[in-house]
């Protein structure tokens, strides 16, 4: 059975790089790792998604390892608008969220 | 604004009910999915339609039940509500069927179900 593991809350600071890791065994072979992000009262916006090695887009960049048991994702420069709920999800033969990374950002 | 609608925003009713919820996916989207967001969880993956039929099921429980309709657009039945069922509820829309692999879920609003 699949799982996705990801830390409670991290804290930064504006300007700073942020790097939130989410560990996933027993993903799909062929399933990709997406990215999530939610504000509060909000539905989860897609940010970024990933089969292997490093993916980048406008918003940020995800690097998985070649054994695809985990990914990080990383955003620049943070600023106080990126204080969210960030999801991981991968697949095994359900969707499986992760519990979410609350990440909030300091002047 | 992802152009998934779910109706209605806000949902208050009392134990022992039965409840709908509704979703419009975006134009063109043949997937629906239903998850399930309590206070303090994470997203927990209900159901999936792909062009009216079910696809894929997850945690979903015995007197919950979905469909998906010829224009697309589903419908989430809660029913012999519990307290605990108080959550929101949000409806997610892909153009494929697969749920993983490379297929975008796009969100919709949410439902806020209140059960008193």
């Known amino acids: 059975l699949a799982k996705t593991t990801q830390p409670i809350s991290m804290d930064s600071y504006e300007g700073q790089e942020v790097n939130i890791t989410c560990s996933h065994n027993?993903?799909?072979?062929?399933?990709?790792i997406t990215w999530y992000q939610q504000f509060p009262s909000q539905g989860p916006r897609f940010i970024i998604q990933g089969y292997k090695t490093k993916v980048t887009n406008e918003v940020a960049s995800l690097f998985i390892p070649a054994d695809r048991k985990s990914s990080t994702l990383s955003l620049p420069r943070v600023s106080l608008s990126d204080t969210a709920v960030y999801y991981c999800?991968?697949?095994?033969?359900?969707?499986?969220f992760g519990k979410g990374t609350r990440l909030h950002i300091l002047p | 604004d992802s152009g998934v609608t779910q109706t209605p925003k806000h949902l208050i009713t009392a134990t022992g009910q039965r409840v709908t919820l509704r979703c419009s996916p975006r134009?063109?989207?043949?997937?629906v999915y239903w998850y399930q967001q309590s206070l303090d969880q994470g997203l927990q993956f209900l159901i999936q339609y792909y062009n009216g039929e079910e696809r894929a099921k997850g945690n979903i429980l015995e007197r919950f039940s979905a469909q998906q309709f010829p224009d697309l657009h589903s419908e989430l039945n809660l029913s012999s509500l519990e307290l605990g069922d108080s959550a929101l509820y949000f409806c997610?829309?892909?153009?494929?069927?697969?749920?993983?692999?490379?297929?975008?879920?796009?969100f919709g609003p949410g439902t806020r179900l209140t059960v008193l």
């Open positions: 997610a829309s892909s153009v494929g069927s697969l749920g993983g692999g490379t297929d975008t879920q796009y």
């Open positions: 134009s063109g989207d043949l997937s």
């Open positions: 999800r991968g697949r095994d033969d359900k969707i499986i």
């Open positions: 027993n993903i799909a072979t062929n399933d990709y």
